[in-house]
Nanobody, 121 residues
Framework: QVQLVQSGGGLVQAGGSLRLSCAAS????????MDWFRQAPGKDRDFVAC????????VYTDSVKGRFTISRDNAKNTVYLQMNSLEPEDTAVYYC??????????????WGQGTQVTVSP
């Protein structure tokens, strides 16, 4: 059973940066696309970014384009989300998830436990 363990959240001032990590244990992620989602209080869980299994392609929601970068290191079985120029609107619990294929479409398979990101004005 694959487990996704997240780290790297915290409190940061607006304009600051954070990097989230999502490490897998119990199996390899190298065959699967990986996503980041986020859920703000009282809101739905929303898509943030996806990266293909090879890391050759990524997609982002419009609100984070140019500020966030998703990347992966298959040798370390880890996916990252580098978040720059953070805004208070980025405050949410962030989740990593694996797809059932190597591409950024289709169903999700495993979810991380979530990590809080809080951006103060």
């Amino acid at each position: 059973q694959v487990q996704l363990v997240q780290s790297g959240g915290g409190l940061v001032q607006a304009g600051g940066s954070l990097r989230l990590s999502c490490a897998a244990s119990g199996g390899s992620l190298s065959n699967y696309a990986m996503d980041w989602f986020r859920q703000a209080p009282g809101k739905d869980r929303d898509f943030v970014a996806c990266i293909t299994n090879s890391g050759s392609s990524a997609v982002y929601t419009d609100s984070v384009k140019g500020r966030f970068t998703i990347s992966r290191d298959n040798a370390k079985n880890t996916v990252y989300l580098q978040m720059n120029s953070l805004e208070p609107e980025d405050t949410a619990v962030y989740y990593c998830t694996s797809r059932r294929s190597g591409y950024c479409y289709g169903q999700y398979k495993y979810w991380g436990q979530g990590t809080q990101v809080t951006v103060s004005p």
